[in-house]
T-cell receptor, first 115, second 108 residues
Framework: DVKVTQSSRYLVKRTGEKVFLECVQDMDHENMFWYRQDPGLGLRLIYFSYDVKMKEKGDIPEGYSVSREKKERFSLILESASTNQTSMYLC??????????????FGPGTRLTVL | QKEVEQNSGPLSVPEGAIASLNCTYSDRGSQSFFWYRQYSGKSPELIMSIYSNGDKEDGRFTAQLNKASQYVSLLIRDSQPSDSATYLCAVSWGKLQFGAGTQVVVTP
């Protein structure tokens, strides 16, 4: 079974803090993704990566950055957290290189609250 | 703006009945189509994928794809209370685009 893990299930941070969300997958998947999910808006893609050290902007990259130093790990960084970044953050991975349309498998999610 | 549209619901279905969920998409070039189930507070889990026109069955679930009309649907037969969840339609055109989801409530 594919396993995607995220570092925290719940996180509370203060406005202006730098926040790191970690995601690890154990299936040697090439592609990794970060989404946020808000009521009524569905899942929105923040960033994705096809390979180590590469990244592509998704639909809503503003206020976020990412890092992929190792194939299995994809980190989402909020440089200066703001209250409008309070959300559920979901990491996903998929197998086929360069084929982001392949089936994606999701981690359990991190519910981030920014006060 | 490429879009994936779903009725938000809730869709109320008696136990044992068929739940029918619909999804329309705007890009004719879309290649792959997915249905995910998401329980409250949990992450999405894949139910079905479908790539060609027609029906695909897996247990109590049937996905139907009509590329000419740009819709994909999901049927849940013999609905159970455990099917109560939000169902997300996802469509690919270079990247995966998700609909906002349809909430299904199965009533005993």
């Amino acid at each position: 079974d594919v396993k995607v893990t995220q570092s925290s299930r719940y996180l509370v941070k203060r406005t202006g803090e730098k926040v790191f969300l970690e995601c690890v997958q154990d299936m040697d998947h090439e592609n990794m993704f970060w989404y946020r999910q808000d009521p009524g808006l569905g899942l929105r893609l923040i960033y994705f990566s096809y390979d180590v050290k590469m990244k592509e902007k998704g639909d809503i990259p503003e206020g976020y950055s990412v890092s992929r130093e190792k194939k299995e790990r994809f980190s989402l960084i909020l440089e200066s957290a703001s209250t409008n970044q309070t959300s559920m953050y979901l990491c996903a991975s998929s197998f086929f290189p360069g084929l982001p349309t392949d089936t994606q498998y999701f981690g359990p999610g991190t519910r981030l609250t920014v006060l | 703006q490429k879009e994936v549209e779903q009725n938000s619901g809730p869709l109320s279905v008696p136990e044992g009945a068929i739940a029918s969920l619909n999804c329309t998409y705007s890009d004719r070039g879309s290649q792959s189509f997915f249905w995910y189930r998401q329980y409250s507070g949990k992450s999405p889990e894949l139910i079905m994928s479908i790539y060609s026109n027609g029906d695909k069955e897996d247990g109590r679930f049937t996905a139907q794809l009509n590329k000419a009309s740009q819709y994909v649907s999901l049927l849940i037969r013999d609905s159970q209370p455990s099917d109560s969840a939000t169902y997300l339609c996802a469509v690919s055109w270079g990247k995966l685009q998700f609909g906002a989801g349809t909430q299904v409530v199965v009533t005993p």
